[in-house]
Nanobody, 125 residues
């Protein structure tokens, strides 16, 4: 399994930016697809972005396309989520997740094997 620790959450005004970081460790990190999920109160956990261990075109949820960017630094075993033009509806706990790579990037939370503890993002209007 992969151990994951998120950081970078906080309180920001609408229109602002935050950068989330996920530090990963474990024997299979370099061959894991990585995803960022979020869960707001009373809502299901949803995938906002995911990236293959190979790199290539990431996945983005429609609600964040053009505003969020996922990237990974395999040399440092880190995954990032740059969030720009934040909206109040982006308020949620954000989780980093990992799964052993397959041919297709997964966007379903149940397919991910490892999870971080989550970091709160609050966007005020």
């Amino acid at each position: 399994q992969v151990q994951l620790v998120e950081s970078g959450g906080g309180l920001v005004q609408a229109g602002g930016s935050l950068r989330l970081s996920c530090a990963a460790s474990g024997p299979t990190v370099s061959s894991s697809d990585m995803g960022w999920f979020r869960q707001a109160p009373g809502k299901e956990r949803e995938c906002v972005a995911a990236i293959s261990w190979r790199g290539g075109s990431p996945y983005y949820a429609d609600s964040v396309k053009g505003r969020f960017t996922i990237s990974r630094d395999n040399a440092r075993n880190r995954v990032f989520l740059q969030m720009n033009k934040l909206k109040p509806e982006d308020t949620a706990v954000y989780y980093c997740a990992a799964r052993l790579a397959t041919r297709v990037i997964a966007t379903t939370s149940g397919l991910y094997e490892s999870w971080g503890q989550g970091t709160q993002v609050t966007v005020s209007s």
